[in-house]
Nanobody
Framework: QVQLAESGGGLVQAGGSLKLSCVASGRAFTRYGMGWFRQAPGKERDMVAAISWKGVNTYYTDSVKGRFTISRDNAKNTGYLQMSSLKPEDTAVYYC?????????????????WGQGTQVTVSS
């Protein structure tokens, strides 16, 4: 059973950068795609970015394309989300998750294991 722990969130000014990390316990992490989701107060949890098991294929939601980069280091059982040019609308709790496939998938229903989340707050 994989367990996930996010870190790297915090308070940053608009235009700034943050790098989120997601450390996984259990070697099963390397066999599956993973994703980053975010949830703002009063809103649904939305897909931000996803990456396939070997890191070859990635997906980004339109609002973060060109600003966020998802990556993973399977040797370290760790996934990353590099966020640049942050905007106030990026403020949310960010969650990493592992899906049940090798692909980068979009639907939250594909994801079987979730971290506890890390708060990202972007001030204007």
């Amino acid at each position: 059973q994989v367990q996930l722990a996010e870190s790297g969130g915090g308070l940053v000014q608009a235009g700034g950068s943050l790098k989120l990390s997601c450390v996984a316990s259990g070697r099963a992490f390397t066999r599956y795609g993973m994703g980053w989701f975010r949830q703002a107060p009063g809103k649904e949890r939305d897909m931000v970015a996803a990456i396939s098991w070997k890191g070859v294929n990635t997906y980004y939601t339109d609002s973060v394309k060109g600003r966020f980069t998802i990556s993973r280091d399977n040797a370290k059982n760790t996934g990353y989300l590099q966020m640049s040019s942050l905007k106030p609308e990026d403020t949310a709790v960010y969650y990493c998750a592992v899906n049940r496939y090798t692909m980068a998938t979009v639907s939250p229903d594909d994801y079987t294991t979730w971290g506890q989340g890390t708060q990202v707050t972007v001030s204007s």
